[in-house]
C-alpha cells in the first residue's frame, strides 16, 4: 500500500490554495485571504476532503524558515538608518501599547497574563505581504510614507525574531525555576545568541560567497537555487543543534549574510519562488486550525481583538509620526499600513501554542481577525483622503501627489535623491556584456546617458562596478533583475547578445515601464516577428545583417555607384525585415 498522505496534503492544500487565492485576488483582496480560506475548507473542521494537519505543520515549518531567510535577504541596515527616527521609536511604543492592550482583552476573556502576553505581541506584528502589496497597489511605496512604513516593518520583524528567541526561555520546560535561574538562562541564551551571529556575521561573508562563487561558475541555475535553499535550511537547522536557538533565527542570519553579498539578487529572483510555495502551505496550515463555528461562540473577543488591530494600533502608529512632526497625510498612510496582521503574528502565536500557553480558541481569534484585517485593509486606504479632508479641513488631493510632496527629503539629502532620480530617467538598460554591449556601454556613457549592464557573470559585474558603472548579476528574464537595474524609470533597453525568452524579457520590461524604448538582437531572421509582436522598438538579425554587409561588399567589387549600392541595400533590407 502506498502512502499517499503527503500527496493528497499537498494536492488538496495547494488546488484549494489556487483556486481561492485567485478569487480573493480578483476580488481585489490579498490572496492570503484565500490561502487562509482554503485551510479552512481542506481542514478537519469542515466536510468534504480533510489534509493531514500533521503533515501540513510539517511542511509549513519549511515555509517558516524560507520566509524568515527571505526577511533577512531583503534587510537593509542602510535603509533602516534612514527613517530612523521615526521607524524605531514608532515601532516600540506601537508594539507595546498592542501588547498591552491584547493582554488587557485576553485576561477580560479569562486567560492567564502568560497567554495574553504572547497574544498581544502577535496582535503587535503586522503582516510584510499586505503591507507591501497594498503601498504597491495605492502607489505609495516609494514616497516618504512608504519609507517610514516599510522601516517600522523591519524593526518589527527584527523584534519578532527576538521574541522567538526569549519565549522558550520564559514559557518552554523547566521555565518555571527561580528568577536566578531564569536570569542565568537568558543569560547563557544571550552568549549562544551573540556567539551565533559574531559566527555567521563574521565567517558567513567569507564562507557563503566562496561557496556561492563556485556553483556560479558551474553555469547551473538548479545547482545555484538548490545551494541557497541548503544555505537557508542547514544553517537554520545548524542553529539548534549547535547553539540551541530558534531555526527561525538561524534563517534570518543566513538570509543576512546572502543579502549582503553580490548574490542577493539572483537568490531573491530564482532561489526563494520556493519559499512562496512553502509560504503558501504554512497559510493553508494555518487556517486549518479555525472551526467555524467558534465565530459563533466569542464575538466579544473577536471584536475586541479586530478593533486592536485596525483601530488602536492605526491610532497609536498615527499620533507617534505626528508627534515626530510629520504630515497628517504620512501619518494616515503608515497607520492605515499597519492595520492588519499575517504571517508573522501566526509564527509568533504557533510558538505560544506549540510551548501549550496559548489555547486554541486564541488560535481561532488570530485566524478571524486575520482574515478581516487583511480584507479591511485596502478598503481602509480608500478613505484615506477622505480623512484627511476632514481631519484638517483641506481640499481632496490625489493621494500619490500628497504624498509624493510632504514630507520630502531636504538639503544634502534632497539633492542626492533628485540627482539619483535623474540619473535614472537617463539610463539605457544593456543586457549583456559581449563586444557589442562593451561598444554600446562605451557609446552611451560618452554620451550623457548611464548604462546599466545586466549580466550573468560575476566577474564582469565585478569589474564594470570597480569601473564605476552600474551592474547588476541577475537573470533578465526575472521581474527583480530589471527592477534592480532600473527599468521602471528608464528611458532604453538593449538586448545585445541572444538571450534565451527574449520575448519574456520584452514582455515584462513593457511591463514595468509602457514608455520604454527597447531594442533587440536576434540571430534569426525567423524571429523578428516575435520579438516585434512582443513589443520591441526595434530588431536586428544576424543573418539580415550579413547578408546587407555581402550585398554592399558584391557590389563594390562589381563597380557600383553610391547610389545603386544604395538603392540595392534598401531592397535587400526591406526583403529581408519588411
Known amino acids: 500500500m502506498h502512502d499517499f498522505g503527503l500527496i493528497a496534503t499537498l494536492a488538496g492544500g495547494l488546488s484549494a490554495a489556487l483556486v481561492l487565492g485567485y478569487l480573493t485576488q480578483r476580488l481585489g483582496l490579498s490572496p492570503i485571504v484565500g490561502y487562509l480560506l482554503a485551510g479552512i475548507l481542506v481542514g478537519p473542521h469542515t466536510p468534504g476532503f480533510v489534509a493531514d494537519t500533521a503533515m501540513a505543520e510539517q511542511l509549513a515549518e519549511i515555509g517558516v524558515i524560507l520566509l524568515m531567510f527571505g526577511v533577512g535577504l531583503q534587510f537593509h541596515l542602510e535603509e533602516l538608518l534612514a527613517v530612523r527616527r521615526v521607524a524605531v521609536p514608532g515601532a516600540i511604543v506601537q508594539s507595546a501599547v498592542s501588547t498591552v492592550l491584547g493582554m488587557a482583552v485576553a485576561h477580560g476573556a479569562g486567560w492567564s497574563w502568560s497567554a495574553g502576553l504572547i497574544f498581544g505581541i502577535a496582535l503587535s506584528v503586522a503582516s510584510t505581504v499586505v503591507l507591501i502589496r497594498v503601498l504597491s497597489d495605492f502607489r505609495r511605496l516609494h514616497t516618504p510614507a512608504g519609507h517610514i512604513a516599510v522601516g517600522r516593518l523591519v524593526v518589527e520583524d527584527l523584534f519578532t525574531v527576538i521574541v522567538l528567541v526569549i519565549l522558550p526561555l520564559l514559557f518552554g520546560a523547566g ?11 537568558l543569560a547563557i541564551t544571550g552568549l549562544k545568541v551573540a556567539t551565533l551571529v559574531a559566527f555567521t556575521l563574521i565567517v558567513g561573508p567569507r564562507a557563503i560567497p566562496w561557496v556561492l562563487d563556485r556553483v556560479a561558475a558551474s553555469g547551473s541555475r538548479e545547482l545555484f537555487t538548490l545551494t541557497v535553499l541548503v544555505l537557508a535550511v542547514g544553517i537554520a537547522l545548524a ?34 519562488p520556493m519559499r512562496d510555495a512553502f509560504a503558501v502551505l504554512f497559510f493553508v496550515s494555518v487556517g486549518m486550525l479555525l472551526d467555524p463555528r467558534y465565530l459563533l461562540q466569542a464575538p466579544a473577543l473577536q471584536t475586541s481583538t479586530l478593533a ?12 507617534v509620526v505626528i508627534l515626530l512632526g510629520y504630515p497628517l497625510s504620512v501619518a494616515l498612510t503608515v497607520g492605515a499600513a499597519l492595520g492588519q496582521i499575517g504571517e508573522f503574528s501566526f509564527i509568533v502565536a504557533a510558538l505560544g501554542r506549540d510551548l501549550g500557553v496559548l489555547s486554541i480558541e486564541a488560535m481561532n481569534t488570530m485566524v478571524a481577525v486575520s482574515i478581516v484585517s487583511i480584507v479591511l485593509n485596502p478598503l481602509i486606504f480608500r478613505t484615506l483622503p477622505l ?35 535623474d540619473r535614472l530617467t537617463h539610463r539605457a538598460i544593456v543586457i549583456g556584456y559581449g563586444p557589442t554591449g562593451r561598444t554600446l556601454t562605451r557609446l552611451l556613457d560618452a554620451n550623457g546617458l548611464e548604462p546599466c549592464v545586466i549580466e550573468m557573470n560575476i566577474e564582469t559585474v565585478r569589474g564594470l562596478r570597480e569601473q564605476g558603472i552600474c551592474a ?11 527592477e534592480a537595474a532600473g527599468a521602471p524609470t528608464a528611458r532604453s533597453l538593449i538586448l545585445t547578445a541572444d538571450v534565451d525568452n527574449a520575448r519574456e524579457v520584452i514582455r515584462l520590461a513593457r511591463e514595468l515601464n509602457p514608455r520604454l524604448q527597447v531594442l533587440a538582437r536576434t540571430a534569426y531572421l525567423r524571429d ?8 520591441a522598438d526595434l530588431v536586428f538579425s544576424g543573418e539580415g ?6 550585398t554592399a561588399a558584391i557590389l563594390h567589387r562589381l563597380g557600383a555607384t553610391p547610389e545603386q549600392m544604395d538603392r540595392e541595400r534598401e531592397r535587400v533590407h526591406q526583403e529581408l525585415f519588411g
Request: proline share 3%; aromatic share 6%.
Open 308 to 319: 486592536i488591530v485596525v483601530l488602536g494600533k492605526p491610532l497609536v502608529a498615527v499620533a
Open 472 to 482: 547588476v548579476y541577475g537573470d533578465a528574464t526575472l521581474r527583480q533583475t530589471l
Open 175 to 185: 521555565a518555571a525555576g527561580s528568577g536566578a535561574s531564569l536570569a542565568i538562562s
Open 239 to 272: 542553529s539548534a543543534e549547535f547553539f540551541g536557538v530558534s531555526m527561525a533565527l538561524g534563517a534570518f542570519l543566513a538570509g543576512m549574510v546572502v543579502g549582503r553579498s553580490e548574490y542577493s539578487l539572483r537568490a531573491a529572483s530564482e532561489a526563494l
Open 387 to 421: 480623512v484627511q479632508r476632514l481631519a484638517s479641513g483641506s481640499r481632496l488631493a490625489g493621494a500619490p501627489d500628497v504624498q509624493a510632496t510632504s514630507a520630502l527629503p531636504t538639503g544634502e539629502h534632497a539633492k542626492a535623491s533628485f540627482a539619483s532620480r
Open 545 to 550: 545583417e550579413v547578408a546587407l554587409a555581402l
Open 528 to 535: 523578428l516577428d516575435s520579438l516585434k509582436t512582443a513589443g
